[in-house]
């Protein structure tokens, strides 16, 4: 089992309070990704998991018994740190059984543990070389593994895949999806990626300010996101606000604002994706000015403003065939299955 509960957790250092009390449960076998931007207290939360942090107030369960004063060894929690926290003086085999020859474990149950772990992480021929002898992505492989061998309720992830270049990261994401599943065992993973949130979460549980604005499915909270904040964090590029016109504006304006299609009175702002905009002439749409196209080979960003307004648009366009440039005008088509609406205070309300 390795049930995580966390019940109005808080964390405070001297006066600060950088967790303002936090509800989350995480299920055994779940993987779950605390995400959000940097400073927000997803590593403080992780950390008080580990029992590297005491807590300043709530309750945090583990499999339901109150672990909030524990000792992290047993807690049945482990975690996984950035690869260059390897003792470079052992080898990948020292390295792994390191802890368990700690815990006095014996030889013969040491190696057979770590054979089992390098066979998992596919390292088994690596066991004899030291980490400077290792890329990245193996170092990686071995930083992870030193936490397999412990048998952990729950592994901590603590950002584990920063310090990769681009495309190591995109291999070892999967990975680890994969290592979830054959493991079966808990995982909780903290990122400032929403890439990596989005593709590896069971769910994900968006962090801001020390306290969190949503948990869900990422899908689901991609499509529903609780508030404006959820929405501008997931989606890249960023979802389009427009705010409700008032008499100031222009007549194009408020012909944008008509053709969102918005007739909930209580809606002080619209959300649209940039995949759901369409381009079209400029008869057919709102006419807006393209002011930069961004060719990426399998998609095309355009970046407009209204005709007659100060409104800028992201377009996410697959078809990249479409020739545009600079100054060209267009008609924007809205998706309005899509469109969210908000209150004054950001809040997603449920009718157009
Ligand atoms: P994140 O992981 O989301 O980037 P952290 O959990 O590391 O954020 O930090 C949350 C907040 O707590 C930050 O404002 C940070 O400055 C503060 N903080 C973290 N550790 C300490 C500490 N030891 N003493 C004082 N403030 C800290």
Same mark, same amino acid.
């Given at each position: ?29 779940? =993987?779950?990704? =605390? ?12 950390? *008080? ?13 583990? +499999?339901?018994?109150? @672990? ?10 482990? *975690? ?85 270049? @681009? ?25 400032? +990626? ?25 899908? +689901? ?8 904040? &959820? ?9 389009? =606000? ?24 209580? @809606? ?24 930069? &196209? ?9 970046? &407009? ?23 060209? &005008? ?23």
């Amino acid at each position: 089992m390795g049930q995580v509960q966390l019940t109005a957790i808080r964390k405070s250092y001297a006066n600060n309070d950088v967790i303002k009390g936090i509800d989350i449960a995480v299920e055994d076998g779940e =993987f779950m990704v =605390f995400v959000g931007p940097s400073g927000c207290g997803k590593s403080t939360t992780l950390r *008080m998991i580990a029992g590297l942090e005491s807590i300043s107030g709530g309750d945090l369960l583990i +499999d339901g018994l109150r @672990a909030n004063d524990t000792n992290p060894a047993d807690r049945g929690a482990a *975690m996984v740190f950035q690869s260059y926290a390897l003792y470079p003086h052992m080898t990948v085999r020292e390295n792994m059984g390191f802890s368990l020859k700690m815990a006095g474990v014996k030889r013969t149950q040491r190696d057979e543990q770590v054979n089992h772990a390098a066979s998992i992480l596919k390292i088994t021929e690596l066991l004899d070389r030291y980490p400077k002898e290792l890329s990245g992505g193996q170092r990686q492989r071995v930083a992870i593994g030193r936490a397999i061998v412990r048998k952990p309720k729950v592994f901590l992830f603590d950002e584990p895949l920063s310090n990769l270049d @681009a495309a190591l990261r995109v291999d070892m994401r999967i990975e680890l999806s994969r290592l979830h599943k054959e493991l079966g065992t808990t995982m909780i993973y903290v990122t400032h +990626d929403q890439v990596e949130a989005m593709t590896m979460g069971d769910r994900i549980a968006i962090f801001n300010g020390g306290l969190i604005e949503q948990i869900g499915r990422p899908m +689901d909270i991609y499509r529903r996101p609780a508030n404006k904040f &959820v929405a501008h964090f997931l989606g890249s590029p960023t979802i389009n =606000f427009v705010n409700r016109p008032d008499q100031s504006k222009t007549q194009q304006v408020h012909f944008l604002w008509q053709q969102l299609n918005c007739t909930n009175p209580a @809606a002080a702002s619209v959300g649209v994706r940039p995949e759901h905009i369409r381009l079209a002439s400029a008869q057919e749409g709102v006419p807006a000015e393209v002011l930069l &196209v961004e060719y990426l080979g399998d998609a095309m960003i355009v970046h &407009v403003k209204l005709q007659g307004g100060e409104e800028l648009f992201k377009i996410k366009q697959s078809d990249s065939q479409v020739q545009l440039a600079a100054g060209d &005008v267009v008609g924007l088509q809205f998706n309005h299955d899509y469109v969210l609406a908000f209150d004054a205070k950001g809040t997603l309300i449920s009718r157009l």
